[in-house]
């Protein structure tokens, strides 16, 4: 139901290729100024602003509906795959429109999705409390508005079940608006966090992301500009610090380039470049600190949407085992 129909994690991992040479010198003129790495990011925002496509909402008559009942699906203009997907709709009609909290299912090429969804307004604004993204595993819990007037949203959610990675299981908040996308990941004794502000735009039905990313735990300090490309597969396009306190000799700053990896041994990034993504760091905590409260308010509204569901005996459209899932 957003933008991009479920929040786009992007998970980072540094793609290094090409020939690796090492340079045994403390010089620090391969790192780059505060200045170059905030032009980057400038440059790399606008080019993926000017790839922006448009946005429309679909009216889509749900399949289990006999009587008009049509619901409002925002999608982008490139994506033809959805007019031919599957719409199922286990709530309230009014006036011929979709209205109140229900469940709608959706199934087309890249998408098959079960979502808390309350129509308010007279469908001006729609809230959603539940992603289910089946196709890739993934529960989420939050709040997300979509004005359809103004034609914006905004939400605030977390990832149900964490992640397992070799740092424990992750637990990931996400800020996402129409522009950027903010994610902070973490695990329960923050011996583990990563922060990331993705900015990101689809171009034929392809996603074109530039991210800011820095991991943080006690032995390893990684930041990264990246672009994503081609299904959200990450090649890094910016610098890398690397501190390993337990072994100082270790320490080193890599400059990615087309060409290539330096490695200058010894090194570190100057304190305003350091300064520049602390302050990025703070945003994106600050951005996602209001998940919690969302996640609250998300869970009152399934309970009063299951209140009603859960007393269902038999529905037409899929199997009941299927549908009294949430209710387990």
């Not at 448009?54 to 925002?74: G, S, V």
């Not at 992750?170 to 966090?193: A, C, G, H, M, W």
Request: glycine share 4%; net charge negative; hydrophobic share 30%.
């Amino acid at each position: 139901m957003s933008i991009k129909n479920t929040p786009q994690i992007i998970l980072i991992s540094a793609i290094l290729t090409g020939c690796v040479n090492t340079i045994d010198t403390t010089d620090l003129e391969v790192v780059p100024s505060n200045e170059t790495l905030m032009s980057l990011e400038t440059d790399n925002i606008q080019q993926i602003q000017d790839k922006k496509t448009e946005y429309r909402f679909l009216k889509i008559q749900p399949a289990n509906k006999t009587e008009k009942c049509e619901i409002a699906y925002m999608t982008n203009e490139g994506d033809l795959s959805v007019q031919n997907g599957q719409f199922f709709w286990d709530g309230s009609c009014t006036k011929g429109k979709a209205d109140g909290i229900g469940r709608l299912f959706v199934k087309y090429e890249t998408t098959d999705s079960e979502q808390i969804v309350e129509y308010s307004d007279n469908q001006t604004l729609i809230n959603i409390y539940l992603i289910n993204d089946k196709k890739n595993g993934t529960l989420y819990k939050g709040q997300a508005e979509i004005d359809l007037d103004e034609k914006t949203q905004f939400g605030y959610f977390r990832s149900v079940t964490p992640k397992k990675t070799k740092y424990g299981e992750l637990i990931t908040d996400i800020l996402e608006t129409r522009d950027v996308t903010y994610i902070y990941r973490y695990n329960q004794d923050n011996s583990f966090e990563e922060y990331t502000k993705s900015y990101c735009a689809l171009e034929n039905d392809n996603e074109t992301c530039f991210n800011i990313t820095t991991q943080v735990k006690p032995d390893l300090e990684r930041i990264s500009f990246s672009n994503t490309v081609n299904n959200g597969k990450a090649k890094e396009i910016g610098y890398v610090h690397e501190s390993n306190p337990a072994n100082p000799d270790e320490k080193s700053v890599k400059l990615i380039t087309e060409k290539g990896t330096v490695t200058t041994k010894n090194a570190e990034f100057p304190l305003e470049y350091l300064t520049y993504i602390r302050e990025i760091n703070n945003e994106i905590k600050n951005r996602v600190s209001y998940v919690p409260e969302s996640v609250a308010l998300s869970e009152n509204k399934i309970e009063e949407y299951k209140n009603k569901a859960c007393a269902v005996t038999s529905v037409d459209f899929m199997p009941l085992d299927e549908y009294q899932k949430i209710c387990n």
